[in-house]
């Protein structure tokens, strides 16, 4: 079975800081996908980054990045130079060869001014 | 402009009714999918077609019926079977094959029972 596990209910981070986001997961599988999505309090989905297993080197999307560890099965998110804006609640996601997207059950992050 | 619409925003739905939601894209993917949203947790499927004409159950179709007629639209219908339907619903496509998929949703419907 697939499992996306994030151990982290809530976290906090002060504007202008860095935080991490922590997400392990499983898959038999050698192929995949991973996705950190954000919810905001409008309750839109909204893809954040993308990681293909096969490759690598670490995703990055302008203050966000990853940090994945295929050996270690840990995909985790840093967000640098914290905005109000990002205050959300994010998911990890793993996509296999089913096709179906396997979601964590989420962190809620607070971004303080 | 290209996007997922879905609707209603707010739905209520009266003991014993069977009530729809509708999902429709016009960024001509291949696959839709239906997840439902629980107060403080993550996602979960309820269907998913990769292709008109043809779907399948995800990890909670029970009193949930789907169709796909056409491939801009995925319309599920919550039957008077699912007895705690109150959630909130999720709608997403993506194109077909594993290097192409990305899932993009829809802004939601919130269900609620009267």
């Known amino acids: 079975a697939q499992t996306v596990t994030q151990s982290q209910p809530e976290m906090s981070v002060q504007e202008a800081e860095t935080v991490t986001l922590s997400c392990t997961y499983d898959?038999?599988?050698?192929?995949?996908?991973l996705f950190w999505y954000k919810q905001p309090p409008s309750r839109q989905m909204i893809l954040v980054i993308r990681?293909?297993?096969?490759?690598?080197q670490n995703a990055t999307e302008n203050r966000f990045s990853v940090n994945f560890q295929k050996a270690a099965k840990s995909f985790s998110l840093k967000i640098s130079d914290s905005q109000l804006g990002d205050t959300a609640m994010y998911f990890c996601?793993?996509?296999?060869?089913?096709?179906?997207?396997?979601f964590g059950q989420g962190t809620t992050l607070q971004v303080k001014p | 402009d290209g996007g997922i619409t879905q609707s209603p925003k707010y739905l209520f739905r009266k003991e014993g009714q069977n009530v729809t939601l509708s999902c429709e894209q016009n960024?001509?993917?291949?696959?839709m999918y239906w997840y439902r949203q629980d107060p403080g947790q993550g996602l979960r499927l309820i269907y998913y077609s990769q292709i008109v004409n043809d779907f399948q159950k995800g990890d909670i179709a029970e009193g949930y019926s789907v169709s796909r007629e056409k491939k801009e639209s995925f319309p599920l219908t919550v039957t008077s079977a699912q007895k705690n339907p109150t959630a909130f619903y999720l709608c997403a496509s993506c194109n077909s094959g594993l290097a192409k998929n990305i899932q993009y949703f829809g802004a939601g419907t919130r269900l609620s029972v009267l």
């Open positions: 990681q293909e297993a096969y490759k690598q």
């Open positions: 960024l001509n993917h291949d696959a």
């Open positions: 996601a793993l996509l296999a060869n089913t096709g179906k997207l396997i």
């Open positions: 898959t038999s599988e050698n192929n995949y996908y």
